[in-house]
Every structure is written in structure tokens, then in C-alpha cells.
């Protein structure tokens, strides 16, 4: 029906006048999302208590555009980056599951996001629901879900733990790890004040260097890079016993 309407008034009108009207249309409605979603994102994070998790739809429909920053996507690509197609993935502390859907399902043959919030595992399953993606809410310190993986993603949540609980965590990552298999995973630089970026926040991170320090006990090859923005210093990970992207042989196997 909507498309014998369009064809119809193109008939008309022409082209260039139906596309402008679909044009200004379009833009009305991202302005309508834009305004709620500010709303919403200053009502959860300046009303107390502070939450532990972001829905990524404010960034999609209102921060970036604001803040011209990719960080958002930085996150869900760099971690696309280590999956191969049909790959078994566990994703700890997944959130919204905004990446789930929107960055790993399409190459994942199965993905497992974890979460211990009880509002966010019924939150991701209403609006981040994929065929293949199973959400679970358990707290990864004592109930990790059990299988064999080809891909760990523990993306935005490393700080949120103990060094205590972070070397556990890392035991019993490598222990679901199929051969091959990749960790990898985001944080963020902690502030030149001291303070921390989230109260919620156990265990920021002085440099690269100081990251790295926890993965090397568990893995043969660990590859810590950053970017840089105005408002954060982000530090992305990728931790295996074998081929990590970028580097050589990745690149090999990738052309191939």
C-alpha cells in the first residue's frame, strides 16, 4: 500500500518534492527521539540511585549527534573484530544488549549475555532480542555460565570488579575458552583526580600497561590499545593463547 501511494503522488508531484517531504518527515521523528531519549538519559543518571548499566539508545538517538563521538560504536565493532563467522559466544555483563543484537548476533552462530542486573536482562530480552541470543541473569562471580566458547566479550564491566575478583573471573574465562579462543573486552583510564569514574566502579586503570598486568598471568599473547576523546581515555583489550586481530597471521587468515 505505502509504496502504490508513493508511486502515485511521484506521479504528480515528481521525485525531488515526495523525497524532500520524506526528508523533513524523517527529521521530525529523529528530533521527537532525540528529545525523549535526553530525557530519559538525564532522569536515570541524575535521579539516585546511580544505575549499572546505559541503554545505548540514548546514544544512538541523542548522543551522538550531540557529541559527535563514536565511542558507542568503537565498542561493538572492536569486539566484532574477533569473532568469526558461526562462533560460539559468552558475553559477560552484557547490559542493555545492545551490542548482542545490534553487532555480534549477525556473525554468531550462538551468544550467551550474561548479566547479574535485575533490570537489565528483562530490559535486554524486551528491546535486544535475537534469535540467537540467550540472555541470563546471573552474577558472573559465582555463576558464570558453563559451555565452551570461541569468543569471551566482558565489554564496559572489568572495572566494576576486585583485583580479587578480577583474577577469578579471568580463571574461569580461560576455562570456557575453546583453543584459539579470544577475550576481549573495553574500560576505561581512570581520572588524573583519582576519583572514580562510577561509584560502582572496584578497579580503574592507571595506563595500558597496568590493564595488560591482569591478563598476562592467564594468557600467552595480550594486545591493549586506546582512544582518545575530550570527555574519556578508553582502553580496549584482546587476550588469547593464539592469533589476536591485527596481528600478523590474523591478517593472513583473514584474506585468505
Not at 500500500?1 to 529523529?30: D, E, N, Q, V
Not at 539508545?57 to 569486539?79: I, S
Not at 566458547?149 to 570488579?161: G, P
Amino acid at each position: 500500500m505505502k509504496r502504490r501511494i508513493l508511486k502515485f503522488a511521484t506521479s504528480i508531484f515528481g521525485k525531488k518534492t515526495i523525497a524532500g517531504f520524506l526528508k523533513k518527515r524523517s527529521l521530525r521523528s529523529r528530533q521527537k527521539a532525540s528529545f525523549w531519549h535526553q530525557t530519559q538519559m538525564d532522569y536515570e543518571w541524575r535521579t539516585p540511585p546511580e544505575p549499572e548499566w546505559f541503554d545505548h539508545y540514548c546514544d544512538q538517538f541523542y548522543q551522538f549527534r550531540k557529541t559527535q563521538n563514536p565511542l558507542w560504536v568503537e565498542r561493538g565493532t572492536f569486539g566484532l573484530l574477533a569473532i568469526k563467522q558461526g562462533a560460539d559466544v559468552l558475553e559477560l555483563c552484557c547490559g542493555d544488549g545492545f551490542n548482542s543484537y545490534h553487532f555480534y548476533s549477525i556473525r554468531a552462530k550462538s551468544i550467551i549475555s550474561a548479566d547479574f542486573d535485575q533490570d537489565a536482562i528483562p530490559h535486554a530480552r524486551k528491546y535486544n532480542q535475537s534469535h540467537n541470543v540467550e540472555f541470563r541473569s546471573c552474577d558472573i562471580r559465582t555463576q558464570m555460565p558453563q559451555g565452551s566458547f570461541d569468543n569471551v566479550i566482558w565489554d564496559a564491566a572489568i572495572e566494576h570488579f576486585t583485583e580479587e575478583e578480577i583474577d577469578s573471573i579471568m580463571k574461569n574465562i580461560k576455562s570456557r575458552l575453546k583453543p584459539g579462543g579470544v577475550l576481549t573486552g573495553y574500560t576505561i583510564v581512570e581520572l588524573a583526580t583519582g576519583e572514580k569514574s562510577l561509584s560502582h566502579h572496584e578497579r580503574e586503570f592507571r595506563s595500558k600497561e597496568d590493564l595488560k598486568s591482569f591478563f598476562e598471568p592467564h594468557f600467552k599473547n595480550v594486545k591493549v590499545f586506546e582512544t582518545i576523546y575530550p570527555s574519556r581515555h578508553n582502553l580496549y583489550f584482546y587476550a588469547s593463547d593464539s592469533v589476536l586481530p591485527f596481528d600478523k597471521e590474523w591478517e593472513f587468515i583473514t584474506i585468505k
